[in-house]
């Protein structure tokens, strides 16, 4: 039997003059499980009377958050009320308004009174129902409402382009990919909004860095308590590797940043802190699933995604998930609401467990604006300072070239320093190490001097080093000395004695020229290194002992956060971030090494456009990356603008 057969039956005998009773849940349930929608989300409304009464029943059913699909029963005295088109303009309205999904108007059949049919849909342009009508009354006056984007449509493309899945992000599939996996985003923000949440509810999305993501990820959180996808409870889309399905999984961070890098965490702790979140906001008394966490479909503890260790760590976090079958997908209101409902959970998780979330407090505006300068999370920036404030306050940032290192350098020490970037702030100074740099001119030295009457004598004259330490006794207060290109000076002969005192800061050392000196421990060193210079092989041990090193990277995500900032044009688009990190990806292939990568500032301007794109690759990136391969003649010929961006 079709289902417009099984509608006809389920009417018939039916007293369609009010809304008493639950005489249509028998069609509810029919209809929903044809469309593939949990029966709460569709709801029916005798329409009886004049056509004007439609006003008054949308209006009713848009009162109820969870209906997305209206079928609204028509029993009108007069035949000229089925064709006003004030049916339409309502229904137009609910829809336009992000309402409804769609609107299907019923009435018997004019030529069969065994029969009733749908006359009229208006439904947005992604939703299944427009398929479901066109194959069971093909007769039907349909009204598509344009949407930019529906998030059944872009689940089903990236899991489509899962199954041609490449480690290659310039490829056509991973780029399909990619576009998709923006789309989601912004239509999650959109959700967002027309939800009320605040503005710190926000959604990101990861197609990978450098090589595309085996598993790719859109996630909404309240980035108050989860700023990033390794701290605390968020809910999160996941693809599986072979594209089969798809997860809305409420989830929590499964790796850890250390130096720049991800380590992941014990797969048996985040099982037992997902268990224990279940136990508290996810199950009942009973000890079974809450009811109203069914009404929009399965909920799931186990979520399948593949066989890498990144694939069991996101399993391991869930807490609690629906699933998406390929080619079964929910429609796009169903999916809203099955994020509705994770909502619910997560607001009680960040409200009652403060200590198994990352929540920023808001007291610390300073860091705050640090993080908007440097577009590093504020676990990142946490960590560098925790390092800046123990014994030996001490860091090197490394990474190769335009990973903006001398940039966050002087961020992080205008932070420390209680200044803003851009003053001239006496307690910060810079030195530039070069190859003919020594320990006369760092700490101290003779250095000649002509008297009024034509003597010369030699004096000694205190370097950086003993001025910030003699500044720091008279006056107190901290003071952060920068050491750029450090590695491309010989560090033992410039450091001399100090690499004593760097390790330990409560003790003096007689220098060559002044007894007793004592590196103040409140002079914080922040140096930068260029892994990509080929002294970097001669870095003493010793020193590397002395100083905490933190890798700087080329980031996509920076990139993207650099051009979130409204004053900053991307007129390139996603292409933009696909090469940037295909760029990479081949750069690290080639050469093995993440020290010879480009930096992500190469990429940043006011405005990035065509033109500038092909300027910077000329005179900077090119040029870069010959030097790279300056014995290797075949990766400088394959290594061209084209082969990243279609410009």
């Given at each position: 039997?079709?289902?417009?057969?099984?509608?006809?039956?389920?009417?018939?005998?039916?007293?369609?003059?009010?809304?008493?009773?639950?005489?249509?849940?028998?069609?509810?349930?029919?209809?929903?499980?044809?469309?593939?929608?949990?029966?709460?989300?569709?709801?029916?409304?005798?329409?009886?009377?004049?056509?004007?009464?439609?006003?008054?029943?949308?209006?009713?059913?848009?009162?109820?958050?969870?209906?997305?699909?209206?079928?609204?029963?028509?029993?009108?005295?007069?035949?000229?009320?089925?064709?006003?088109?004030?049916?339409?303009?309502?229904?137009?309205?609910?829809?336009?308004?992000?309402?409804?999904?769609?609107?299907?108007?019923?009435?018997?059949?004019?030529?069969?009174?065994?029969?009733?049919?749908?006359?009229?849909?208006?439904?947005?342009?992604?939703?299944?129902?427009?398929?479901?009508?066109?194959?069971?009354?093909?007769?039907?006056?349909?009204?598509?409402?344009?949407?930019?984007?529906?998030?059944?449509?872009?689940?089903?493309?990236?899991?489509?382009?899962?199954?041609?899945?490449?480690?290659?992000?310039?490829?056509?599939?991973?780029?399909?990919?990619?576009?998709?996996?923006?789309?989601?985003?912004?239509?999650?923000?959109?959700?967002?909004?027309?939800?009320?949440?605040?503005?710190?509810?926000?959604?990101?999305?990861?197609?990978?860095?450098?090589?595309?993501?085996?598993?790719?990820?859109?996630?909404?959180?309240?980035?108050?308590?989860?700023?990033?996808?390794?701290?605390?409870?968020?809910?999160?889309?996941?693809?599986?590797?072979?594209?089969?399905?798809?997860?809305?999984?409420?989830?929590?961070?499964?790796?850890?940043?250390?130096?720049?890098?991800?380590?992941?965490?014990?797969?048996?702790?985040?099982?037992?802190?997902?268990?224990?979140?279940?136990?508290?906001?996810?199950?009942?008394?009973?000890?079974?699933?809450?009811?109203?966490?069914?009404?929009?479909?399965?909920?799931?503890?186990?979520?399948?995604?593949?066989?890498?260790?990144?694939?069991?760590?996101?399993?391991?976090?869930?807490?609690?998930?629906?699933?998406?079958?390929?080619?079964?997908?929910?429609?796009?209101?169903?999916?809203?609401?099955?994020?509705?409902?994770?909502?619910?959970?997560?607001?009680?998780?960040?409200?009652?467990?403060?200590?198994?979330?990352?929540?920023?407090?808001?007291?610390?505006?300073?860091?705050?604006?640090?993080?908007?300068?440097?577009?590093?999370?504020?676990?990142?920036?946490?960590?560098?300072?925790?390092?800046?404030?123990?014994?030996?306050?001490?860091?090197?940032?490394?990474?190769?070239?335009?990973?903006?290192?001398?940039?966050?350098?002087?961020?992080?020490?205008?932070?420390?320093?209680?200044?803003?970037?851009?003053?001239?702030?006496?307690?910060?100074?810079?030195?530039?190490?070069?190859?003919?740099?020594?320990?006369?001119?760092?700490?101290?030295?003779?250095?000649?001097?002509?008297?009024?009457?034509?003597?010369?004598?030699?004096?000694?004259?205190?370097?950086?080093?003993?001025?910030?330490?003699?500044?720091?006794?008279?006056?107190?207060?901290?003071?952060?000395?920068?050491?750029?290109?450090?590695?491309?000076?010989?560090?033992?002969?410039?450091?001399?004695?100090l690499m004593y005192l760097l390790e330990y800061r409560d003790e003096s050392i007689d220098l060559m020229l002044r007894p007793n000196f004592v590196l103040p421990k409140e002079l914080y060193i922040i140096a930068?290194?260029?892994?990509?210079?080929?002294?970097?092989?001669?870095?003493?041990?010793?020193?590397?002992?002395?100083?905490?090193?933190?890798?700087?990277?080329?980031?996509?995500?920076?990139?993207?956060?650099?051009?979130?900032?409204?004053?900053?044009?991307?007129?390139?688009?996603?292409?933009?971030?696909?090469?940037?990190?295909?760029?990479?990806?081949?750069?690290?292939?080639?050469?093995?090494?993440?020290?010879?990568?480009?930096?992500?500032?190469?990429?940043?301007?006011?405005?990035?456009?065509?033109?500038?794109?092909?300027?910077?690759?000329?005179?900077?990136?090119?040029?870069?990356?010959?030097?790279?391969?300056?014995?290797?003649?075949?990766?400088?010929?394959?290594?061209?603008?084209?082969?990243?961006?279609?410009?």
């Amino acid at each position: 039997m079709t289902l417009a057969s099984q509608l006809s039956a389920t009417l018939l005998g039916v007293d369609h003059s009010s809304n008493a009773g639950n005489k249509y849940d028998s069609l509810v349930e029919t209809f929903a499980e044809a469309l593939g929608v949990n029966p709460h989300e569709v709801l029916a409304k005798s329409i009886a009377g004049q056509a004007g009464i439609a006003s008054v029943r949308l209006g009713e059913a848009a009162n109820l958050t969870a209906t997305g699909f209206v079928l609204a029963i028509c029993n009108f005295e007069n035949e000229a009320d089925y064709l006003k088109s004030a049916l339409q303009e309502q229904a137009e309205s609910k829809v336009g308004q992000n309402r409804f999904e769609a609107v299907l108007y019923m009435r018997k059949d004019p030529n069969d009174e065994t029969k009733w049919v749908v006359f009229l849909v208006v439904a947005k342009q992604y939703s299944p129902v427009l398929d479901l009508v066109a194959s069971e009354w093909p007769g039907c006056i349909t009204v598509v409402m344009p949407t930019t984007c529906s998030l059944r449509v872009e689940i089903q493309q990236i899991l489509e382009s899962q199954q041609s899945y490449t480690h290659v992000a310039a490829s056509p599939q991973m780029r399909a990919r990619g576009a998709a996996l923006v789309n989601s985003r912004d239509q999650l923000n959109w959700e967002l909004r027309n939800l009320n949440k605040s503005t710190t509810w926000k959604s990101e999305y990861s197609n990978g860095q450098g090589n595309a993501a085996k598993i790719p990820w859109v996630r909404l959180a309240d980035f108050d308590y989860s700023p990033k996808g390794s701290e605390g409870f968020f809910l999160v889309f996941l693809f599986s590797e072979d594209g089969s399905k798809a997860f809305l999984s409420l989830n929590q961070g499964t790796t850890v940043q250390m130096g720049g890098q991800s380590t992941l965490l014990d797969r048996d702790d985040l099982r037992a802190k997902s268990a224990s979140m279940r136990q508290k906001y996810v199950y009942g008394s009973a000890g079974s699933l809450k009811p109203e966490l069914m009404l929009h479909g399965d909920l799931s503890e186990d979520i399948a995604l593949g066989d890498s260790d990144l694939a069991k760590q996101y399993a391991a976090g869930n807490v609690i998930a629906y699933e998406f079958p390929l080619n079964q997908i929910s429609a796009h209101h169903s999916i809203v609401c099955q994020i509705m409902t994770l909502i619910q959970i997560l607001e009680q998780i960040y409200k009652g467990e403060p200590q198994v979330v990352s929540k920023l407090d808001g007291t610390d505006s300073k860091l705050d604006d640090l993080m908007k300068q440097t577009h590093w999370s504020k676990s990142e920036l946490e960590e560098v300072l925790a390092s800046l404030q123990d014994k030996s306050p001490q860091i090197i940032l490394e990474g190769p070239p335009g990973t903006g290192k001398t940039h966050i350098a002087k961020r992080i020490a205008h932070y420390l320093v209680g200044s803003t970037f851009g003053e001239n702030n006496p307690d910060v100074t810079i030195v530039q190490f070069h190859p003919s740099y020594g320990y006369e001119e760092f700490v101290e030295g003779l250095r000649p001097d002509v008297s009024d009457g034509g003597m010369i004598t030699f004096a000694n004259q205190p370097g950086p080093i003993l001025e910030i330490a003699d500044k720091i006794a008279s006056e107190g207060r901290p003071h952060v000395l920068i050491i750029d290109e450090l590695n491309r000076a010989n560090i033992p002969r410039v450091f001399g004695e100090l690499m004593y005192l760097l390790e330990y800061r409560d003790e003096s050392i007689d220098l060559m020229l002044r007894p007793n000196f004592v590196l103040p421990k409140e002079l914080y060193i922040i140096a930068t290194m260029n892994t990509a210079d080929k002294s970097i092989r001669l870095m003493d041990a010793a020193l590397r002992r002395r100083f905490d090193f933190f890798s700087v990277l080329p980031s996509v995500d920076i990139l993207k956060s650099f051009y979130d900032d409204s004053g900053n044009q991307n007129m390139i688009g996603e292409d933009l971030f696909v090469g940037f990190a295909a760029l990479n990806a081949a750069l690290k292939e080639e050469i093995g090494d993440d020290g010879y990568l480009i930096g992500h500032s190469f990429f940043m301007t006011d405005r990035m456009d065509k033109e500038f794109l092909v300027s910077r690759w000329k005179h900077q990136i090119g040029p870069l990356i010959t030097e790279y391969f300056y014995d290797r003649q075949a990766p400088q010929l394959e290594f061209t603008l084209d082969r990243f961006w279609a410009i």
